[in-house]
């Protein structure tokens, strides 16, 4: 894929600054087109401009499974991925692995991988591409 590929993230200030860092650095072919904070996001946030999102779980409030639920909803052809440090909520995890549109990326205490993250974005954006002109 050439194209680049446009990535909003859904994360606090402190960790949306981290992940705009980190993948700018570490990553070619995307762009991040901005940081939504996750209490906006069930505001009427429109995530229609950019190509993928990536919500990045705090465990701080809002819980990231209603943005997720939100996000589907209403945006249901929005490539959707939550990148989070718990492993444990299965249901989610699960709705996220079987969503054609969706993914879930662990993040290891202390090692974010950003590579992942970047491909797993332009996996659903080509994906989604693909699909559309089947």
């Given at each position: 894929?050439?194209d680049?590929?446009?990535i909003?993230?859904?994360?606090?200030?402190e960790?949306?600054?981290?992940?705009?860092?980190g993948l700018?650095e570490?990553?070619?072919?995307?762009t991040?087109?901005?940081?939504?904070?996750?209490?906006s996001?069930r505001?009427?946030?429109?995530p229609?401009g950019t190509?993928?999102v990536i919500?990045?779980d705090?465990?701080?409030?809002?819980?990231?499974?209603?943005?997720?639920e939100?996000l589907?909803e209403?945006w249901q052809?929005q490539p959707v991925?939550?990148?989070?440090?718990?492993g444990?909520?299965v249901e989610?995890?699960?709705?996220?692995?079987?969503?054609?549109?969706?993914?879930y990326?662990f993040?290891?205490?202390g090692?974010i991988?950003?590579?992942?993250?970047?491909?797993r974005?332009?996996r659903?954006?080509t994906?989604?591409?693909r699909?559309?002109?089947?």
């Amino acid at each position: 894929m050439d194209d680049v590929v446009g990535i909003t993230l859904v994360s606090n200030e402190e960790y949306g600054a981290q992940f705009e860092d980190g993948l700018s650095e570490n990553t070619m072919g995307i762009t991040i087109e901005g940081i939504v904070d996750p209490s906006s996001v069930r505001d009427g946030w429109d995530p229609s401009g950019t190509d993928c999102v990536i919500s990045v779980d705090t465990h701080r409030e809002p819980p990231i499974e209603p943005i997720y639920e939100y996000l589907r909803e209403n945006w249901q052809e929005q490539p959707v991925i939550v990148a989070s440090d718990e492993g444990e909520d299965v249901e989610l995890i699960s709705k996220l692995v079987n969503d054609e549109k969706g993914d879930y990326v662990f993040l290891p205490e202390g090692d974010i991988p950003f590579g992942l993250l970047s491909v797993r974005c332009k996996r659903l954006t080509t994906d989604e591409e693909r699909n559309s002109t089947e």
